[in-house]
């Protein structure tokens, strides 16, 4: 994922956000549009907020994704009996740990707080005393093992527990790093282009080392075989967002992997109290509906989804490449976010500039988001679109792109 920087420049600043409302748009339409009955309650008007066509992708300021009424309707039955709190972790984490080929699993407030946990778990094992004690790390082990370009902000998670990063390049300088303080060896997925060391070699020492390894692949799936993939490979832990592309509550993650590790991560999780993990709560509507996110997204036809994204994309391009000095490039990234990404570039016969294209479409009706994709160029993706969204993503780009055309 991009880094909040990042993602901040890329989405452009949002001063007329505020203005918007004020301007008598209506602001539910977009909303309304894929809307099957009326609400009760149209809380969109009657809290002003800006509802929006994403065209963006799974950002967690703009609420990530949309959850499919299968994740609706587990929530709403969960809303409706009382469970104990363990006892639903403890039976969808068979579930989820069958699912993806892990020993165990369990449902945290994010792939955020699953490092957090994880983490905690690494250190504490079940030891109530230091459970209690952390992140005062005294008689436990102290350091991760982290390499140079994949210690990025995400890092936090790990350093939340009390524990200090150790930076290293190459598979020698591991070598040289573990001591009998390190607990652990923390992988972020999206920068293995980065690093000098890959996979299954962080695995490896991991292993040669007797040292727990981590891996954070919180916006990794598609492709779905990642949900599995580095379980089978070896990590010790797992950690995923369920809000980004599973379409699981957004404030809903999985931390999978050693049964040891996370039996041990739950002892600071709720209902326990007096932990770092006390705040990290998910409630059992969360828990529910992240099974059954992960449950009907790995069922689903993956290839059929994968053309459904191609052919949006196709159409977009087509409606705006009809206008003289406009080009598309269509592009996926290897990893992380994983799906077509559509760049709509122009020349200077259309006096535009990459801000005031988002800030058009962001005020237009209805509201669109998209991303940078350069200085006159914007970049968008459809697999956050509700159904025939890319049609009205492609007129509004046209409308705008033709007004601007000298
Ligand atoms: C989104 C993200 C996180 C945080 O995940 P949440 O599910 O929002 O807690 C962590 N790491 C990476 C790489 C991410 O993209």
């Not at 992140?135 to 200090?164: C, D, F």
């Not at 993990?277 to 828990?287: A, P, S």
């Not at 500039?353 to 998209?370: A, C, D, F, N, Y």
């Amino acid at each position: 994922m991009l880094s909040r920087r990042k993602l901040l420049k890329r989405l452009g600043a949002l001063p007329l956000v505020g203005g918007l409302m004020g301007s008598g748009i209506s602001v539910s339409s977009a909303m309304a549009a894929n809307t099957e009955v009326a609400p009760k309650r149209n809380l969109v008007q009657e809290l002003g907020l800006r509802s929006f066509v994403n065209a963006a992708g799974t950002y967690t300021a703009m609420t990530a994704s949309l959850m499919p009424k299968e994740v609706m309707e587990a929530i709403n039955y969960a809303s409706r009996h009382y469970v104990m709190l363990d006892e639903v972790q403890d039976k969808v984490g068979e579930r989820i740990a069958a699912l993806c080929h892990a020993e165990a699993a369990t449902v945290t407030a994010g792939c955020w707080s699953a490092m957090v946990l994880g983490t905690a778990g690494v250190l504490t094992g079940k030891d109530r005393d230091k459970i209690r004690q952390l992140p005062n790390l005294e008689g436990m082990k102290s350091e991760v093992i982290v390499q140079k370009s994949h210690n990025v902000g995400y890092v936090h998670a790990i350093t939340n527990t009390g524990v200090k990063v150790v930076e290293v390049e190459t598979a020698a300088e591991v070598d040289r790093a573990v001591n009998d303080k390190t607990a652990m060896m923390w992988f972020l997925n999206y920068q293995a282009p980065d690093g000098k060391i890959n996979h299954e070699e962080w695995v490896a020492l991991g292993k040669k080392h007797g040292i727990p390894t981590m891996i954070d692949m919180a916006a990794d799936v598609p492709p779905v075989e990642n949900l599995w993939k580095y379980n089978d490979m070896g990590f010790d832990l797992v950690c995923v967002s369920g809000g980004k592309a599973i379409k699981g509550p957004q404030s809903a993650g999985i931390l999978m992997g050693r049964k040891d590790l996370i039996e041990a991560a739950r002892l600071s999780a709720p209902p326990r109290g007096g932990t770092i993990g006390r705040g990290m709560k998910v409630n059992k509507e969360e828990i529910l509906g992240m099974y059954v996110a992960l449950d009907e997204y790995i069922k689903k036809d993956h290839d059929k989804e994968w053309k459904e994204w191609e052919e949006k994309v196709a159409y977009v391009a087509g409606e705006v490449e009809k206008i003289d000095g406009v080009t598309t490039d269509v592009s996926v990234p290897p990893i992380a976010n994983h799906t077509p990404y559509l760049k709509i570039s122009w020349d200077d016969s259309i006096q535009l500039t990459r801000e005031q294209m988002q800030e058009k479409l962001r005020l237009g009706e209805p509201s669109i988001e998209v991303i940078s994709g350069g200085d006159q160029a914007i970049s968008m993706t459809v697999f956050m679109l509700r159904p025939k969204e890319e049609k009205i993503v492609a007129k509004r780009i046209v409308e705008e792109l033709r007004i601007a055309k000298v």
